[in-house]
Antibody, heavy 120, light 108 residues
């Protein structure tokens, strides 16, 4: 079954870090790029960045540079997104979503999302 | 990169047509055909409805269609149905990914 399975909800205090995982199955892992997109409560979608699953190179949205790290483990077909120095504004649902390498640059598969709550 | 501009909301009666606009610049929407549209129901992940401006994935009803003119892309829902009530987001992927602010579609 083609799917992206994300880790469970997290509650963090301000200043802490969170690491969210996204495990891919049912397709060739390296035939796609993986992106992370977040959505604050009642707000729209916000792109965070992309990781090339073949070589591991990354490109982050300027807003998150210096605070986000995306990594992958090809042996388990899992992608990770770590966000540091959390603040209340980082409370959001975090989605992983794939884009086919060499395709028309659209997200054809999304994870169900991981709710990260930042609160003291 | 600034977010793409969408109307906050549109509405229509069952069977009617509604169109959602998505305005960017020549550096994103106007310069490339990498425009896609996503439907999102409350509490759910986004779902791809249109890609490459006007292509429809298998399984998406043909009442959903996309187009582009200049720096503005559009999503049209013809024959509106109750299950179409949702939030819709446009997306452009030029050098980086940018989303529209989202449009709430209400079926009256």
């Amino acid at each position: 079954q083609v799917q992206l399975v994300q880790s469970g909800a997290e509650v963090k205090t301000p200043g802490a870090s969170v690491k969210v995982s996204c495990k891919a199955s049912g397709y060739i892992f390296t035939s796609y790029y993986m992106h992370w997109v977040r959505q604050a409560p009642g707000q729209g979608l916000e792109w965070m960045g992309i990781i090339n699953l073949t070589g591991g190179s990354t490109n982050y949205a300027q807003k998150f540079q210096g605070r986000v790290t995306m990594t992958r483990d090809t042996s388990t077909s899992t992608v990770y997104m770590e966000l540091n120095s959390l603040r209340s504004e980082d409370t959001a649902v975090y989605y992983c979503a794939r884009i086919e390498v060499g395709g028309d640059r659209y997200f054809d598969l999304w994870g169900r999302g991981t709710l990260v709550t930042v609160s003291s | 990169q600034s977010a793409l501009t969408q109307p906050h909301s549109v509405s229509g009666s069952p069977g009617q047509s509604v169109t959602i606009s998505c305005t960017g610049t020549s550096s994103d929407v106007g310069g490339y055909n990498y425009v896609s549209w996503y439907q999102q129901h409350p509490g759910k992940a986004p779902k791809l409805m249109i890609y490459a401006v006007s292509k429809r994935p298998s399984g998406v009803p043909d009442r959903f269609s996309g187009s582009k003119s200049g720096n503005t892309a559009s999503l049209t829902i013809s024959g509106l149905q109750a299950e179409d009530e949702a939030d819709y987001y446009c997306c452009s992927y030029a050098g980086s990914v940018v989303f529209g602010g989202g449009t709430k579609v209400t079926v009256l």
